[in-house]
């Protein structure tokens, strides 16, 4: 499931994540944070 959160929640996510994003790919689980050029942040877990 791919999900787009709100400027301020991408946020939070990307500073809780991304730590653990390198991490994470390691292990398989995936995930990707990406940033548009209006400053919209993604933040997409695959599950």
């Known amino acids: 499931m791919f999900t787009k959160s ?3 929640e991408s946020i939070l996510h990307i500073r809780a ?3 653990e994003r390198n991490a994470s790919y ?7 944070i990406g940033l548009e050029n209006d400053g919209t942040t ?6």
């Open 26 to 32: 390691k292990q398989g689980k995936g995930g990707t």
């Open 6 to 8: 709100t400027n301020s």
């Open 42 to 47: 993604w933040f997409f877990i695959k599950e």
């Open 17 to 19: 994540k991304s730590v």
